[in-house]
T-cell receptor, first 116, second 116 residues
């Protein structure tokens, strides 16, 4: 069983389109994240949710809208895609530090988005 | 400001030799955590090792050990007896506490190439 799974693994789309990436974790973690990895391999946090509540929003354009229907799911919707959105998007989850966790991130396999 | 620095963009090591990947950090927090992740060419993020700021012993996990020097704010990863399969990107990360939330902030990574 995959602990953190995200779909799709690959997306190729035209500028201006809207796309979604879905993420699910079966680890029972309270906190989920979206990270973006650019072409230089730099990993940067975008959002974090704790028990369906948005707790971190790192100056991401409004075109990106995360949604967490429950604590096991965190989806990312991107409107009006731009060339600069091309990247690998990683979903991750963690057990909160307050719950005797270390904060270790468990990552999904990544979704490679290519905007043409 | 909380920051993670990896100054080695690329490293080469011969098979069976040991290699040290450098990581320095900057934080004013007393409680923090330091992580190393491996990203092979297939793209997944693999957790390697964790060191808590209050841990007195250096963390070890198999061939991986973390050389934690708190006064110098460094958390270098040592890989002993390198194998060809160790060729990958390696990321150092620090858990940063932001109010009620915590997140991992990543360094820019070091690309390790193991040669015969």
């Amino acid at each position: 069983d995959t602990a953190v799974s995200q779909t799709p693994k690959y997306l190729v789309t035209q500028m201006g389109n809207d796309k979604s990436i879905k993420c699910e974790q079966n680890l029972g973690h309270d906190t989920m994240y979206w990270y973006k990895q650019d072409s230089k391999k730099f990993l940067k946090i975008m959002f974090s949710y704790n028990n369906k509540e948005l707790i971190i929003n790192e100056t991401v354009p409004n075109r990106f809208s995360p949604k967490s229907p429950d604590k096991a799911h965190l989806n990312l919707h991107i409107n009006s895609l731009e060339l600069g959105d091309s990247a690998v998007y990683f979903c991750a989850s963690s057990q909160g530090v307050g719950n005797r966790g270390t904060g270790e991130l468990f990552f999904g396999e990544g979704s490679r988005l290519t905007v043409l | 400001a909380q920051k993670i620095t990896q100054t080695q963009p690329g490293m080469f090591v011969q098979e069976k030799e040991a290699v040290t990947l450098d990581c320095t950090y900057d934080t004013s927090d007393q409680s923090y955590g330091l992580f190393w992740y491996k990203q092979p060419s297939s793209g997944e993020m693999i957790f390697l090792i964790y060191q808590g700021s209050y841990d007195e012993q250096n963390a070890t996990e198999g061939r991986y050990s973390l050389n934690f020097q708190k006064a110098r704010k460094s958390a270098n990863l040592v890989i002993s007896a390198s194998q060809l399969g160790d060729s990958a990107m390696y990321f150092c990360a620090m858990r940063v506490n932001t109010g009620t939330a915590s997140k991992l902030t990543f360094g820019t990574g070091t690309r390790l190439q193991v040669t015969l």
